[in-house]
């Protein structure tokens, strides 16, 4: 008996031997055909014996995700959306388990499908009815969600096929559009093969292009004669790596804000350009910018390629006198309790008058006054004496060049085109030198002008302005690019900055200054206001067409915005810019101040992601935390939420819940904010007009009514 074991021992010992040869082998051949295409024992080449019975292999394109563009409040700016456009396929074919993989049923399709796409039964089975491989169903069936796909695959009808677009998606629209810019889906073909791909084409969806394109895997099948793929086919599959999320500067309250501030400015002053930005003047952070004319990138409706925000160098008039009392206050030169004869100045050379330098006044100036003064009524002839009497002026050339005017520059690689120095032109230009002092013969942008009033926020130090926060690998969540702010050296003294303050002070607060129309009671905004003149072939214009601007900080005693203008145009006065400047910095203190201010009674929740729940769940969870669910369609199961997972929230707060459903109804909006407006639109997939600023209290379309896609709501907010 012993040796009986024995044996069975040694038996079972040469089994499991034989059966890892067996297996190792199986490996080393898969490795080896995968590597080289051929056989390890035979030496076939498999994979010519493949191509040459007709490409029995299937290549499947596995398109990588492109990156997500996000604002600085987490909202999403840019992404990726996929549509699918539908294709039925009539002539007969089977499938490789000899089932229909055509329409099999005409009537019956045309029946149930009619309904889900909106198309007239009698035409879609005419449709269907063409004696043809495949048709396609027009607007009807193009660009449709998940939506309506899931629907359709519901139905569970053979030869309904859908092809998948993916396309590049701006939820906000017109949002700081030529900075963020746009990307379309384009075909290029790589090694004789049609790859499509979402390209930056315009702004950092260009510029970032790399960061935010993502690598396409593939996934490779085993097919039949038919091009079929065969059960259990797959041989390889490379998985695509998705593309770069980007974090930018700018918060979607305040540019939302700004937006439609610059809308109703634009129209009002009938200006035919505009250009706004707000900065975090401690930083550099860029919170918003907006351009007029703009566009929407999802229809690229360009009027006008040039940002003017970064490339529209203008004279800008008297704004550009800050810089030379800075100047001047630094050196020590300028004592601004001094007089000085206002009206006029007039420029000689040997001798003779040249030029005669006029206040705004026409010339009647305020007889003699001090340089404090000529600062608050914007004296065109303070500038002139101060520079050619007290001013170094080797040192006020060195300081505009040190706070960057006159040269190009860049914004995270978006370029910003460097104006003209009229001074620095060859021959005698003390004239121009003179003019520039006051904003004239010099022209300049407005990130220059945002970045050199920065130095008064900054204890005489410029932060360069900047507009990408971070950039996150959006699979692993690593951060892979964060921004810091920038300094330059100090150009003006502690002493000569707590001056300028208190004169951009003045300007703004004390009555009878050029800037009163800008004051604020709650706020105690500064700034300078300027008008610059248009040239315009070679001369300037006399039709009083100009360029206004206004320059300001806030608030006065540590100012944490600046905030910059221009537009041009006929219509001249303050009291519409006003409107415009105080709404948005009013906006953005209360946004950058809000998360000081806590009410002790409410508690927070920090969202969980309830995407693929149950809505009854996703509910209960929330009412649960004393939170308001709202759900958008009646569906079962939550497809998308807003506010985001990981989003802390306070009790009472609204969250919507997008379902499976399209049987969506009108809510009752009244109280709501903006934001959840927005949501619940994008959500909905509806078009918002609002009217006014603040809570909403008052809608276009009953509460109850039963929408429609792309249906137009108007709200009243106040």
Known sequence: MAVKKKNNNQSAKIVVCIMMVIVVSLVLNVVYLGVTGKHLVSGNDIRNYADERGGRQKVETLYAKRGTIYSSDNEVIASDVKKYKLIAILSKRLTADKKPAYVENKEETAKKLAPIIGMDEDKLLERLSKDTYQVEFGSYGNNLSSLVKDKIDALNLPGLEFEELTTRNYRYGDFASYEIGYAQALTEQINGKSTKSIIGQMGIEKIYNEELSGTNGQKIYLADNNNYILPNGVISETAPVSGNDIYLTIDTDIQTELDLQMKKFTTAQKSDKATCVVMEAKTGRILAVSNYPSFDPNKRDIENYVDLFLNEPVEVGSVFKAFVYANALTDERLNLKATYPSGHYYYKVNGKTVADIKDHNYGKGWGSISYEKGFYYSSNTAICNMISKISNQETLKQDYDDLGFFQESDIDGLTSTAGVGGYK??????????????????????????????????????????????????????????????????????????????????????????????????????????????????????????????????????????????????????????????????????????????????????????????????KKTLSQHQLIPLTIGDGDTVLEQYPKAKTEVSSKSRVFLQTNDTNITMPSMDGWSRKEAEAFASMANIDIEFDGIGMIYKQSVDKGTKLKDGQKVKVYAK
Request: net charge positive.
């Open 425 to 618: 032109r060859s021959g005698n230009r003390d004239l121009e030198f003179l003019t520039t002092g006051f904003g004239q013969g010099s022209t300049m942008t407005a990130l220059q002008l945002i970045r050199g009033y920065s130095a008064f926020a900054n204890d005489g130090k410029t932060v360069e302005p900047y507009l990408i926060d971070k950039i996150v690998n959006s699979e692993t969540k690593k951060t892979i690019y964060e921004a810091k702010s920038q300094y330059s050296k100090q150009i003006y003294s502690s002493k000569a900055v707590k001056q300028m303050l208190d004169l951009l002070s003045g300007v703004i607060n004390i009555k009878g200054s050029t800037g009163y129309t800008f004051h604020m009671d709650d706020i105690r905004l500064i700034g300078k206001t300027g008008t610059g003149q248009v040239a315009k072939d070679g001369k300037y214009r006399t039709d009083n067409y100009y360029t206004h601007s206004f320059v300001g900080l806030a608030p006065y005693d540590d100012p944490e915005i600046v905030i910059a203008y221009w537009y041009q145009g006929k219509v001249s006065g303050n009291a519409n810019s006003s409107a415009l400047i105080k709404a948005v910095t009013r906006a953005a203190l209360n946004k950058l101040n809000e998360q000081s201010v806590k009410e002790v009674e409410t508690s927070t929740f920090v969202l969980d992601s309830y995407t693929n729940q149950s809505t009854d769940f996703a």
